[in-house]
């Protein structure tokens, strides 16, 4: 299941108790609502957030809040918590997307933005979201995804972006339209009412108009600036010469009155606060034991700071855990670098145990990098048995690895090997080869990173579909890897199931994906256990163990629930295709359309091709010609950008199905020699009523297979022997074949294999039940035939027989002459020949006999 989601980054911030109500500024942003952003921009300390939390209050609509920071600069963390934000509104959308956020081959931006789109747009009310911080983010990916979602918003939510610089985004495209509500810093100063306000009633100061002027002159309404002058005067019997001495620009003014409010408090006070700001986000607990004074109680120090208005910002209801403002954490920071008298890599050291200690693993992680304790950053890396970055966890141990010098890593081969696994699963494949290869300069005979080294080149294999290279690797990473390193072995061992696969070892296949799923399983990764299942699923399949594969796909499903994740496209396929052999075509289109939008949200994949083929198909089964080739352009553009041409074959094959319904069959000729597809030969042949020729390739097949478990290749030859034998007149040899295969396929209710054939095959089960085979199966085979749809058979045609065209036709299969159609039509006889030229035209054929044949083959003629 995904990682914990911290869902302190989702609380709106609750209203401070000494703050001026601000009326006009809740007005502005009510107004705004109808706009689809309201952009709040200024400087720190202008009390964006504030404004917000007043807001929040009395705006009376459902709101959704995300604290930004720097990790949500990877744009797959952004995602995640936009989803979980948006889900505190609307339970469990984009549920299905958290784990595959998390995931290697994370789903691409546009497609969970889309997801999230369209969901918004079902709804009845207006929410808005609001998004504070956003200058932390840096990154143009997230930038790009921000400026996605602003151009396709609904107007069923109202975006809040709080930051202290103007975002990359067309800014001014949203002015001209009227889409954009602007506040800054000339709306947030405090005006000198607000000052007033502040000073005397909330802080209770009393000062005097001329002192509030001068402090609202020299801070220019900056409202931090008044907090920290307000706290510092509070310790200050002098005021007027308090004053005088406040001025210059913010930094150096920020600077003096940090210095002013730290003196006003105890030694203890100011030791703690300089301590704990090592920390993001901090508690009783871990200040204890960051800290380790034996005179200072953290939760009773962060009680009362709170109290004094010393910028800790709770994060939780019930007030455990807080944070400091921004601006005072990254100056109390400053303070702490200058600092000789502590020992801050100690802190820091101390902070990662208190996060491992209580299953805060990355927090841990963290601080470990910043103590620049390699070590102890490695083992936490190691996740206790499952690594972090296997569990999703890839952008800040990437960030760290990337801020560490050559030096560093040169002597220490495990942690370059860390680096090359998230590299690959980044996609950064050459990146991930030159660590590799100065890993292994440093490896010497240390079997397990050798082991790692192999099974990180298996999985650089899997894009380029190099089957003898992921084999090869995944054999000698097995070999190498120490028994107990359960999360490479795991992923080893599937990538080793992936090779037998491709090679048709399906024995072996389905052992290491038996032995992959409960061990991570137990391990918790999830991902390994989706992948392994599907894998076994598509083997099942392939082993016509329908019912068996339809239990394992369903457990996949059953596992992750709804929504589902864009990893479990494969098993919605896989589904679909059962559906579809089970003849039960609604279900086969729903979770075949279900499969292709999962797989369009993952990227440099070849799923969705596999799911165009499937839904062409059964486009072809509903006598849709044009939409089954629509479908297959659409594959084959796929296939050709995304450099995915090893699957070429696949489309080839079905292009060449749809040219043989439609008479093409030179077009199809040439698909099949330049393919090499004798499959799709085979089936020209039968179509053909070549029938010794297909006698001959079927059998030259049959024996390629021969010791093969190869079931579903084997049932479908079959059935062509069968078709080919009853053709070429041997109808003894082709019953009795029948009655072979009907048990393979009725084990598995394997429905399609038989009426996806011409009326031929009719023709055939017909001639069986005549002969006293009379099965229960049997007679559903020929009711499936009867109750195709065969209302515009013609339609396979691009130019299709007219209606005097038909009836002609028709004749001709009676085995009326021309002469006698013309007395049977009331027409004249070079009439009736020019509708025979047309005919032969349309079908593509030279003569009746020809023309007889290609009208069955595509149900235009049923045979006699």
């Known amino acids: 299941m995904p990682n914990q989601i911290l869902t302190t980054k989702l609380h709106i911030p609750p209203r401070m108790p000494k703050e001026v109500l601000r009326n006009d500024l809740i007005d502005k942003l009510n107004r705004g609502v109808n706009t689809k952003l309201t952009l709040i921009s200024a400087s720190a300390g202008f009390g964006k957030s504030t404004i917000l939390s007043q807001w929040i209050n009395t705006c009376n609509k459902p709101v959704a809040w995300i604290s930004l920071d720097e990790e949500h600069g990877d744009v797959s963390h952004f995602l995640i918590y936009l989803i979980a934000a948006l889900q505190t509104i609307i339970p469990n959308l984009g549920a299905g997307f958290l784990a595959a956020l998390q995931s290697p081959q994370p789903p691409s931006p546009v497609s969970v933005l889309t997801f999230l789109i369209n969901g918004i747009s079902l709804l009845k009310d207006k929410i808005i979201l609001v998004m504070d911080d956003y200058h932390l983010v840096d990154s143009s990916e997230v930038d790009k995804a921000f400026n996605f979602l602003i151009e396709n918003l609904p107007e069923q939510i109202h975006l809040v972006l709080a930051t202290r610089e103007d975002p990359v985004f067309p800014l001014a495209k949203l002015r001209v339209r009227g889409q954009l509500n602007e506040i800054r810093v000339a709306d947030l100063r405090f005006t000198p009412r607000e000052t007033t306000a502040f000073f005397n009633k909330e802080m209770k100061l009393n000062l005097s108009k001329d002192v509030i002027l001068i402090l609202e002159t020299r801070t220019e309404g900056w409202i931090a600036g008044l907090q920290l002058a307000a706290i510092s005067i509070q310790g200050h019997k002098d005021i007027k010469g308090f004053i005088k001495s406040f001025s210059g620009n913010h930094r150096f003014v920020l600077d003096y009155l940090v210095e002013e409010v730290l003196r006003q408090q105890s030694d203890d006070i100011q030791n703690f606060l300089l301590q704990i700001a090592i920390m993001d986000r901090f508690c009783g607990s871990i ?47 400053q303070r702490l670098n200058k600092s000789e008298d502590i020992d801050i890599p100690t802190l820091h050291k101390r902070a990662s145990l208190w996060f491992e200690e209580n299953n805060f693993e990355i927090e841990a992680f963290k601080h470990a990098a910043a103590a620049n304790d390699i070590d102890r950053a490695e083992i936490l890396i190691g996740g206790k048995g499952m690594p972090l970055f296997f569990r999703g966890e890839i952008a800040p141990i990437y960030k760290w690895l990337k801020s560490l010098p050559d030096s560093t890593l040169k002597n220490r081969p495990s942690l370059i090997l860390i680096y090359s696994i998230i590299l690959t699963f980044l996609g950064k494949g050459r990146d991930a080869e030159l660590k590799l290869l100065a890993a292994e300069i440093d490896i010497l005979d240390n079997k397990d990173l050798i082991g790692q080294i192999a099974a990180i080149r298996a999985m650089l294999a899997i894009p380029q579909n190099d089957t003898e290279k992921i084999l090869i690797q995944s054999i000698l990473a097995l070999e190498n890897l120490n028994e107990d390193n359960l999360a490479v072995r795991t992923i080893t061992k599937w990538t080793l199931g992936l090779a037998y696969q ?33 894998s ?76 165009w083929i499937f839904l062409a198909q ?138 996806d054939e011409s009326e031929l095959m009719s023709s055939l089960l017909s001639y069986t039940l005549f002969r006293g085979l009379t099965s229960n199966f049997i007679k559903k085979l020929k009711m499936a035939f009867d109750s195709k749809d065969q209302k515009n058979p013609n339609q ?69």
């Open 502 to 534: 491709n090679r048709g070892d399906r024995a072996l296949a389905i052992r290491m994906f038996s032995e992959v799923i409960p061990i991570s399983k137990s391990s918790g990764n999830i991902m390994a256990t989706i992948a392994a299942a599907t």
């Open 796 to 864: 396979f045609l691009m130019d299709p027989l007219s209606r005097r065209e038909l009836e002609v036709l028709e004749l001709i299969n009676q085995g009326l002459s021309n002469g006698e159609i013309c007395e049977k039509l009331f027409l004249a006889l070079d009439t009736v020949k020019g509708h025979n030229r047309k005919i032969f035209n349309k079908l593509g054929v030279n003569n009746r006999t020809m023309a007889i044949s290609k009208a069955r083959s595509i149900h235009i003629l049923k045979f006699q």
């Open 287 to 333: 200040c204890d034991a960051v800290i380790q004074s034996s005179t200072v109680s953290g939760q009773e120090t962060l009680k009362f700071i709170e109290r004094a208005n010393l910028f800790v910002i709770p994060l939780d209801d019930e007030r455990k855990w807080f944070r400091f403002h921004h601006l005072f954490a990254e100056l109390l920071r």
């Open 618 to 755: 059964l486009k072809l089964s509903q006598k849709d010609n044009t939409g089954a080739a629509t479908l297959l352009s659409k594959a084959e553009q796929y296939l050709i950008s995304h450099n995915l041409m090893f699957r070429m074959n696949d489309v080839a094959a079905a292009q060449v199905l749809i040219l043989i319904h439609l008479g093409n069959f030179s077009e199809a000729i040439y698909l099949i020699e330049k393919y090499n597809l004798p499959k799709s030969r085979l089936r020209l042949y039968i179509t053909q009523g070549n029938f010794s020729k297909a006698i001959e390739l079927v059998n030259t097949l049959l024996k390629e297979i021969e010791g093969k478990e190869w079931h579903i290749e084997r049932l479908q030859l079959l059935i062509f022997q069968a078709l080919a034998l009853y053709g070429d007149g041997q109808k003894d040899k082709s019953f009795q074949l029948i009655k072979e295969l009907l048990p393979l396929a009725e084990s598995s209710e394997n429905i399609r294999v038989f009426i």
């Open 536 to 611: 076994l699923g598509q083997v099942q399949e392939s082993q016509n163990q329908l019912f068996q594969a339809k239990d394992t796909y369903k457990s996949i499903l059953d596992e992750i629930g709804d929504p589902p994740w864009p990893a479990v496209c494969e098993a919605n396929l896989g589904l679909a295709r059962i559906y579809y052999q089970w003849n039960d075509l609604d279900k086969a289109l729903k979770f075949g359309e279900l499969g292709l939008t999962l797989a369009l949200q993952l990227e440099n994949i070849d799923t969705p091709v596999s799911c």
